[in-house]
């Protein structure tokens, strides 16, 4: 298969190892997901708050750093420093698995919830970051459909080889299957920027600026303002979603291994239909109809699959002659429909801003307003509760969300300060 016509300033090897470092980056956090969501199913939404607090101040201490980091060293350490310790982590956190009887599955999953979000946060946005660099806006229309599709394929190994092994050889193994993944990522991606550094030495210098530039940014440009927005929308009713789907889990299973296995099921049905939206709609959108399309589809599908969940409520409902959660189904479809297209078509939009935007600004709105956004809708989940607020009201208020979210994705697609798409220039 000849790669796109796009990629030829970039290479085909560069396409391929790009391809090959998401898969490698993804295989890597998908071993630890449902390792880390049993333990949240065990605890049941009402643990959530907690988990999202601790998150959000650990995002808040972490973003400066990454704005730190990027404004003083050139990407090629900022990758090697980043992905090194994760690895490091993992290895350290082996031990800790091996006495998880004396230490506590509640503490212990504590830790490993908050140290996970982190590292997808942090993993994921660098490796988009970087890909925005490497590739010019026209080429990532081409591109970044069949990057994330390898990604995708990785989404699919990683619960897949959890599933397989974990019964075999015991959950901290699986750390360090997740650790030479990584590390296996890290190759890929260091050989990939050394070739665009051949291209483009002005791209590897450090960015500058103030570690808070990021947070500015996100207030003062349109197209970031209208990211916050569609990140807090979405990630409301994603989060809703993953709440409903802990209590269900806390209702219907006992057994730590059935629930691992639950969660790794739901991965791989998520990831598959990502993997289909990538290999068949998304690249058709974006190529024939435009990125503003698979920006905003997916919100329209949310609304609608969030009216039917809150006047049939989370229970079980027919689908192809089998009884499945309502509930499940919704959250398969949200996450699935964010991966396989949304995702694709934000970080094609990010190729058209200044190139600090797209570390500082994004990396802001991906880790610190994510994580802002998770603590907001559990605590609010919470509250409502305690107000006597059923599914059905949950339900309506996360389809108007939704129905928000599809006019804030029109016009962050076709936000003023986009730059227009070129085959010929980068951004400095």
């Given at each position: 298969m000849n790669p796109p016509a796009g990629a030829a300033r970039t290479g085909g090897l560069t396409l391929a190892l790009s391809v090959i470092?998401?898969?490698?980056?993804?295989?890597?956090?998908?071993?630890?997901?449902?390792?880390?969501?049993?333990?949240?199913?065990?605890?049941?939404?009402s643990s959530l708050p907690m988990f999202y607090a601790v998150v959000f101040v650990v995002m808040l201490a972490l973003t400066p750093v990454f704005g730190w980091l990027v404004a003083r060293f050139p990407r090629r350490r900022v990758l090697l420093g980043s992905y090194l310790s994760f690895v490091l982590c993992l290895f350290a956190f082996v031990p800790a698995f091996v006495a998880q009887d004396r230490i506590g599955a509640v503490a212990l999953?504590?830790?490993?919830?908050?140290?996970?979000?982190?590292?997808?946060l942090f993993v994921v946005s660098l490796f988009w970051s970087l890909m925005a660099d490497v590739y010019r806006s026209a080429e990532a229309r081409?591109?970044?459909?069949?990057?994330?599709?390898?990604?995708?394929?990785?989404?699919?190994?990683?619960?897949?080889?959890?599933?397989?092994?974990?019964?075999?050889?015991?959950?901290?193994?699986?750390?360090?299957?997740?650790?030479?993944?990584?590390?296996?990522a890290l190759g890929a991606l260091l050989v990939v920027l050394r070739r665009a550094d051949a291209n483009d030495r002005g791209e590897n210098a450090p960015l500058g600026g103030s570690i808070i530039e990021g947070a500015k940014a996100a207030i003062s440009q349109p197209f970031l303002r209208y990211m916050t927005l569609l990140m807090l929308f979405s990630d409301g009713i994603a989060t809703m979603a993953y709440a409903l789907m802990a209590d269900y889990t806390k209702a219907h299973f006992t057994d730590n291994a059935a629930r691992t296995a639950f969660y790794a099921d739901l991965d791989l049905w998520i990831n598959g239909l990502g993997a289909v939206l990538q290999l068949t709609l998304t690249p058709l959108l974006m190529r024939r109809v435009g990125t503003a399309w698979a920006?905003?589809?997916?919100?329209?599908?949310?609304?609608?699959?969030?009216?039917?969940?809150a006047f049939h409520g989370p229970g079980d409902t027919i689908l192809f002659g089998f009884a499945v959660p309502l509930i499940a189904i919704v959250q398969i479809a949200t996450r699935g429909l964010t991966f396989g297209m949304s995702k694709p078509a934000v970080d094609a939009l990010?190729?058209?801003?200044?190139?600090?935007?797209?570390?500082?600004?994004?990396?802001?709105?991906?880790?610190?307003v994510w994580r802002f956004g998770d603590l907001l809708v559990t605590s609010g989940l919470q509250g409502l509760r305690a107000l006597g607020v059923g599914i059905a009201g949950i339900g309506i208020l996360c389809a108007t969300l939704a129905a928000l979210a599809v006019e804030v994705a029109r016009r962050a697609a076709t936000s003023p300060d986009l730059e227009p798409e070129s085959d010929e220039r980068r951004r400095g």
């Open positions: 470092g998401f898969f490698l980056v993804l295989t890597s956090y998908y071993v630890l997901r449902p390792v880390r969501d049993q333990l949240v199913g065990a605890a049941g939404s999953g504590q830790v490993f919830f908050v140290w996970v979000s982190v590292f997808n081409l591109v970044f459909p069949i990057i994330a599709f390898g990604g995708m394929a990785g989404a699919l190994l990683g619960p897949l080889l959890t599933r397989l092994l974990v019964v075999r050889v015991g959950v901290p193994s699986m750390l360090v299957v997740s650790a030479v993944t990584l590390l296996l920006l905003v589809l997916p919100s329209v599908v949310n609304c609608v699959l969030l009216a039917w969940l990010y190729t058209r801003i200044p190139r600090e935007a797209r570390y500082k600004g994004k990396n802001f709105i991906e880790t610190t």
